[in-house]
């Protein structure tokens, strides 16, 4: 499975994006699509994540603010970014799972100026 990231950029406080992933197979075919990020000299954290039969689930520092989506017919998974704020900069990971294995994109680059 290869998972193609983009959409990251500087972005203003207050701001919005929307990161894009999409993936070489059918995204029916996971079991977990999510976003992770990668905050400078700390741990990678799950942002945002959606169940293959439905469902989603938030980090408490985004809830209300981030939403992932997706597109089957486009193999994509989204996550819009509203109200971004300088805790929001980081590198953000798309990964999906599939039959016990964990795959991860390439990463994209968010950074926000206050």
């Known amino acids: 499975v290869q998972l193609q990231a983009s959409g990251g950029g500087l972005v203003q406080a207050g701001g919005s994006l929307r990161l894009s992933c999409v993936a070489s197979k059918s995204i029916s075919s996971f079991r977990f699509m999510d976003w992770y990020r990668q905050p400078p000299g700390k741990q990678r954290e799950l942002v945002a994540g959606l169940v293959g039969g439905g469902g989603s689930t938030y980090a408490d520092s985004v809830k209300g603010r981030f939403t992932i989506s997706r597109d089957s017919a486009k193999s994509t998974v989204y996550l819009q970014m509203d109200s971004l704020n300088s805790e929001d900069s980081a590198v953000y990971y798309c990964?999906?799972?599939?039959?016990?294995?964990?795959?991860w994109g390439q990463g994209t680059l968010v950074t926000v100026s206050s």
């Open positions: 990964s999906v799972w599939m039959n016990g294995i964990r795959y």
